[in-house]
């Protein structure tokens, strides 16, 4: 089981940044795929970025690239997803979630395949 607890979410202005944090507790395959999705009202969920815990490689949505960053400390068992030049179609939810079988170019967004999520942290941003 692992238990994931995002934080750092808020309401800012257009142009402006946030940082999320994932906190990961729990038994956790060390091949893990961690990272973000997101889910504006009346929208489907969608992933925004991911992360292999073991190599460090990412990917993410062409409508957050050279905008968002995501990272990972592994000590700290944390996830976190960098966000500049906020835009407000990037107000949703915000929710992290972690799977076991690693980032793959052809599966690092399938939900399906993401075992735990997090309960989410609302971002807005006001034009």
């Known amino acids: 089981q692992v238990h994931l607890v995002e934080s750092g979410g808020g309401s800012v202005q257009a142009g402006g940044s946030l940082r999320l944090s994932c906190l990961a507790s729990?038994?956790?395959?060390?091949?893990?795929?961690m990272g973000w999705f997101r889910q504006a009202p009346g929208k489907e969920r969608e992933g925004v970025a991911t992360?292999?815990?073991?190599?460090?490689?990412?990917y993410s949505a062409s409508s957050v690239k050279g905008r968002f960053t995501i990272s990972q400390d592994n000590a700290k068992n944390t996830v976190y997803l960098q966000m500049d030049g906020l835009k407000p179609e990037d107000t949703a939810m915000y929710y992290c979630?972690?799977?076991?079988?690693?980032?793959?170019?052809?599966?690092?967004?399938?939900?399906?395949?993401?075992?735990?999520w997090g309960q989410g942290t609302q971002v807005t941003v006001s034009s």
């Open positions: 992360i292999n815990t073991i190599t460090g490689f990412s």
């Open positions: 979630a972690v799977q076991s079988l690693g980032c793959y170019s052809y599966s690092w967004s399938s939900q399906i395949l993401f075992e735990y």
């Open positions: 729990g038994a956790m395959n060390s091949n893990s795929c």
